[in-house]
């Protein structure tokens, strides 16, 4: 698959090689493109690239000696038992010393897991060695609670010597829609599944239908996916029964804590752990009315699975292993053509709109500084209310409320007229965000009545996003 997006990326790591002296953690989830980002900032550049793999120390200092070895020509190095790091860091600092130089560690947790005392000899490195000799630093990972712990936090040796982090999240829905050949509501489906992790991407592209390469590489026993949520969880976690359970309570439509806990049958606070745990992996998040002043302290969170593929996996395969065993795949297939599209994919669309409406925000396509953009929903005296994307422009005393529909037919008027109905009928919105001027979209992925269209065109604050573009 060819290289998509990472432009804000590659514009810091770039700048970070300008300097005399950059040290960058690049950390993120497995499959997500870390050491495609990486192989495309090297190109053209002098690099020293290390992959580390589970191993022993002795292991490991060889191969990287056998780099070391390549990139500087000297086959003498190979030949050389070398017992200790910093002999092989001072080989590779007194290398073209005149020349900008790059050391990549890819998989730096490995190295930690074989020796715990390297995060402490690779500060010494950094500290006497490598920091003034014309070296760019790179340690990049996967096992997220490893980085965090090794190279950012503050007990870590490494404490302080970074001068940039990077956290890679799956690509966007614009970069993914932007550099492929498909239709929109093709691209939307396809989304809905793979929430932009490039690796798989590359399994569900769009040269055969989305259902075949569903069965073949996420339904079937051989499939590539039919297992990564083990693989993606036992890797940061070790033990994955009891969040497996967590997350398998979420995808039943608990997301208020205290149903999360009933379903499990324990305490709230027995949760805590385990939530916080996978809020930090990206596998589920709090989410919050957009209207809340303090969402870390709100009572009105909701919990979501955040990970598309980890939604679609818990909704479609887990709760039908035993048939998938048997390779029994038409119940599942059965079960997916049922509410796939009106349930699955319509919700990862309300995020997709999200996106959407910040990049048009960030084009100046719509006027309108974003401080936060999310959702609301509330009880509120008068009803209860729902509104799919609501963001709030402090900076200019604005808030756009906006539907999103993801319908065969164009929308109509009553959509808009319903949505204003909802904003002036919640006290709560009235109450927060009072003396604001209210602004509206729809998003639709079939496009808009003509009725619709005209009254858009009387009326500035109303805004029609047909697919990803303003009508």
């Not at 599944?193 to 490039?198: R, S």
């Given at each position: 698959m060819k290289f998509i997006g990472r432009q804000r990326e590659l514009k810091s790591l770039e700048r970070e090689y300008q300097r005399d002296s950059s040290f960058v953690v690049i950390y993120g989830r497995r499959r997500v493109g870390k050491t495609t980002l990486i192989k495309e900032f090297i190109k053209g550049k002098t690099t020293f690239y290390y992959l580390a793999t589970e191993e022993i120390k002795s292991q490991s200092i060889k191969r990287f000696s056998g780099v070391v070895s390549r990139v500087t020509h000297n086959p003498m190095l190979e030949r050389v038992t070398f017992s200790d790091w910093l002999d092989l860091f001072r080989v590779?600092?007194?290398?073209?010393?005149?020349?900008?130089?790059?050391?990549?560690?890819?998989?730096?947790?490995?190295?930690?897991?074989?020796?715990?005392?390297?995060?402490?000899?690779?500060?010494?490195?950094?500290?006497?060695?490598?920091?003034?000799?014309n070296v760019m630093l790179i340690l990049c990972g996967s096992f997220i609670g490893m980085m965090q712990k090794y190279t950012l936090s503050y007990d870590s040796p490494l404490y302080g010597r970074r001068t940039a982090q990077i956290r890679l999240a799956p690509l966007s829905?614009?970069?993914?829609?932007?550099?492929?050949?498909?239709?929109?509501?093709?691209?939307?489906?396809?989304?809905?599944?793979?929430?932009?992790?490039?690796?798989?991407?590359?399994?569900?592209?769009?040269?055969?239908?989305?259902?075949?390469?569903?069965?073949?590489?996420?339904?079937?026993?051989?499939?590539?996916?039919?297992?990564?949520?083990?693989?993606?969880?036992k890797d940061e976690v070790g033990?994955?029964?009891?969040?497996?359970?967590?997350?398998?309570?979420?995808?039943?439509?608990?997301?208020?804590?205290?149903?999360?806990a009933s379903a499990l049958g324990t305490e709230t606070s027995a949760l805590t752990p385990y939530l916080s745990v996978l809020s930090d992996l990206g596998f589920v998040v709090k989410a919050t009315p957009v209207t809340e002043k303090n969402p870390?302290?709100?009572?009105?969170?909701?919990?979501?699975?955040?990970?598309?593929?980890?939604?679609?996996?818990?909704?479609?395969?887990?709760?039908?292993?035993?048939?998938?065993?048997?390779?029994?795949?038409?119940?599942?297939?059965?079960e997916i053509r049922k509410d796939f599209v009106q349930k699955f994919v319509?919700?990862?669309?309300?995020?997709?709109?999200?996106?959407?409406?910040?990049?048009?925000?960030?084009?100046?396509?719509?006027?309108?500084?974003?401080?936060?953009?999310?959702?609301?929903?509330?009880?509120?005296?008068?009803g209860d209310t729902e509104i799919d994307v609501m963001a709030i422009d402090h900076q200019n005393k604005r808030f756009f409320a906006g539907e999103c529909k993801y319908h065969n037919k164009p929308v109509d008027a009553p959509v808009y007229f319903t949505l204003c109905d909802k904003v002036q009928a919640s006290a709560e919105i009235q109450k927060t965000l009072k003396g604001y001027q209210p602004m509206f979209g729809i998003f639709s992925k079939s496009g808009f009545t003509q009725r619709l269209v005209d009254l858009s065109q009387d009326n500035p604050q109303l805004f029609l996003i047909d697919e990803d573009h303003l009508v």
């Open positions: 590779i600092a007194d290398f073209q010393p005149g020349e900008k130089k790059v050391l990549v560690i890819d998989e730096f947790p490995y190295l930690v897991k074989a020796d715990s005392a390297f995060p402490s000899i690779l500060q010494s490195a950094w500290d006497e060695i490598l920091k003034d000799s829905f614009s970069n993914v829609y932007d550099a492929q050949n498909l239709s929109f509501e093709r691209a939307v489906e396809q989304y809905s599944i793979t929430g932009g992790v490039p690796k798989y991407m590359e399994f569900l592209d769009g040269q055969d239908g989305l259902m075949e390469q569903v069965v073949s590489v996420i339904l079937s026993k051989d499939g590539f996916l039919y297992e990564e949520p083990y693989f993606l969880l033990t994955s029964v009891s969040y497996f359970s967590v997350i398998r309570a979420i995808a039943e439509g608990n997301h208020k804590l205290g149903k999360i870390a302290k709100s009572r009105k969170g909701l919990y979501f699975i955040s990970d598309n593929f980890m939604r679609f996996w818990f909704r479609y395969v887990y709760p039908f292993k035993g048939e998938l065993e048997l390779e029994n795949t038409q119940i599942v297939l059965d319509a919700f990862a669309y309300e995020d997709i709109c999200k996106s959407i409406f910040a990049d048009l925000c960030r084009k100046g396509s719509i006027d309108f500084v974003p401080s936060r953009i999310g959702a609301y929903w509330l009880n509120d005296l008068n």
